[in-house]
């Protein structure tokens, strides 16, 4: 049996013609960017995320630079964020000009540790970015009992996140600014590039906007040395389609994720590890492996195929070599690096690929 680490072939064939009609809708328009469907999606997604702005732009990683932008943070600021996260997280501080304050994640959720962030503070902190990584909530509650002990801002990297749950409140709902990825394999993916910033601040939300038109709050009038990431007419209509079937969507993954972890029974294994009072909504399954290679290269050779998110942690990353960090300084996402893998997940798997997958794992013995 050969199974894919994802396939968008069953969601797209259930939503074709929602998607065709879409598309054909913004066609006899021509009218591409900065219109109706645009205004219709962020007005959707806010409600979704129960908040009250959402601000459509170019892709994920702009969604947290220009809520930085927004935010004033910039040069002689500092911003923590997990030592363990897709490079974007990162990139979005570097791109304002703060420096990166790197803080170990919780080894058994991949998430940043909320015990260990107030050693990191300093006189010159200004915010907080959570990643709810693999679709797994952050433990909120004493991440912002820190933030407002401290006065500090804090972005929520929701990237992988779309529809998660922390005790009852929508990811997203919780900081002062959240960014969002509409990256097409995400759980609201877009046909391209898309992303989007949600607050419950409504002047933060014309600020971002501004920034995201190049600094423009009128045509021609610039406020501000903004940027152009923009969420075209075309993708917010596919995202437009695709919303209405995101929580049916999010829950087969969680059926998936569920029959994964009651089925996995492999001592070599250790199993993503969810924390009281949150609904994920599994992006990623990533489970851990001492002898992560020899399991990948097993799983590949029965057909199974597989990803590493991420194989090299941020600190170690050429990019940023500048930064001056050696390999020993973040043990735990070192660890994570050097161990985690992600299986197949997504919509419209079979019960027998997902018992497949399952058996051929548990036959694994190292």
Not at 276 to 293: M, N, S, T
Request: aromatic fraction near 10%; proline fraction near 5%; hydrophobic fraction near 40%.
């Amino acid at each position: 049996m050969k199974i894919p680490f994802v396939s968008f072939k069953p969601m797209e064939k259930e939503l074709d013609k929602d998607l065709v009609a879409a598309f054909k809708r913004v066609y006899a328009r021509s009218w591409y960017i900065e219109g109706v469907e645009d205004e219709a999606f962020e007005k959707a997604f806010a409600e979704y995320c129960n908040v009250k702005c959402c601000v459509g732009v170019g892709n994920g990683l702009d969604a947290l630079m220009l809520a930085l932008k927004a935010l004033n943070i910039g040069p002689e600021d500092e911003v923590i964020v997990p030592s363990n996260t897709y490079i974007a997280t990162a990139l979005a501080v570097t791109y304002v000009g703060a420096k990166l304050v790197f803080v170990e994640p919780d080894i058994r959720t991949f998430n940043i540790d909320p015990s260990k962030i107030e050693e990191a503070i300093t006189s010159k902190t200004k915010a907080i970015m959570p990643v709810h990584l693999y679709g797994q909530p952050c433990d909120m509650d004493p991440i912002m009992e820190i933030a407002n002990k401290y006065n500090l801002y804090v972005i929520e990297d929701c990237a992988q996140a779309h529809g998660a749950t922390y005790r009852g409140k929508k990811i997203g709902s919780f900081g002062n600014a959240s960014g969002f990825s509409f990256y097409p394999g995400k759980n609201l993916g877009a046909l391209g590039d898309a992303g989007a910033t949600v607050t419950n601040d409504e002047e933060l939300a014309k600020k971002v906007r501004a920034f995201g038109n190049y600094g423009s709050d009128y045509k021609y009038h610039h406020i501000l040395k903004g940027n152009n990431s923009r969420l075209d007419e075309m993708q917010a209509a596919f995202l437009s389609a695709k919303l209405p079937h995101l929580e049916r969507m999010n829950e087969e993954r969680r059926r998936i994720a569920n029959k994964y972890l009651t089925g996995i029974n492999n001592s070599e294994i250790v199993l993503p590890y969810v924390i009281d009072g949150v609904v994920p909504v599994w992006h990623i399954f990533g489970i851990r492996c001492k002898k992560r290679d020899d399991l990948e290269k097993y799983l590949n050779e029965n057909g199974i195929s597989t990803n590493k998110h991420y194989p090299i942690p941020m600190h170690l990353q050429e990019c940023y070599k500048d930064l001056g960090y050696k390999k020993g300084d973040f043990p735990i996402a070192e660890e994570i690096s050097a161990t985690q893998l992600s299986l197949p997940m997504y919509y419209g798997m079979t019960d027998e690929e997902i018992q497949y997958v399952i058996d051929v794992i548990n036959s694994f013995e190292g």
